[in-house]
């Protein structure tokens, strides 16, 4: 006699293998959504830390204008440090090297 499962959609030759494979299947759910939930949360926190950059980004640019408006302008020299911040394609190499 066979037994079929739902939740698999396969045949067992007996009760035993149906309910380990069924088990083994909702232990995969289970793995899939505990990740999916930490890729989440890891998502949240990139995306903050991206808002908290941002945010830096324009209380240095609002300073910036302030100074220029009150001292005519401002020279900033850029070492091979600060060019890894600057640099655009920096993020691109990174990925492939």
């Known amino acids: ?13 007996s009760t ?5 494979a069924e088990l083994a299947l909702s232990k995969e759910a289970e793995k899939k959504e505990l990740a999916k939930k930490e890729r989440a949360e ?3 926190k990139v995306e903050e830390a991206f808002k908290t950059a941002s945010e830096a980004n324009e209380a240095a640019h609002k300073e910036l204008t302030e100074f220029c408006k009150k001292y005519g302008t401002f ?3 850029f070492s091979e440090k600060d ?13 492939f090297w």
Do not use: I, Q
């Not at 006699?1 to 030759?13: H, R, W």
């Not at 035993?16 to 380990?20: C, D, G, H, V």
């Not at 060019?83 to 990925?95: E, K």
């Open 42 to 44: 890891a998502a949240k």
């Open 75 to 77: 020279h900033k020299t």
């Open 1 to 13: 006699m066979k037994f079929y499962s739902e939740k698999t959609k396969k045949l067992y030759d």
């Open 83 to 95: 060019w890894d911040f600057v640099n655009p394609f920096r993020d691109w190499f990174n990925l």
């Open 16 to 20: 035993n293998e149906l309910e380990k």
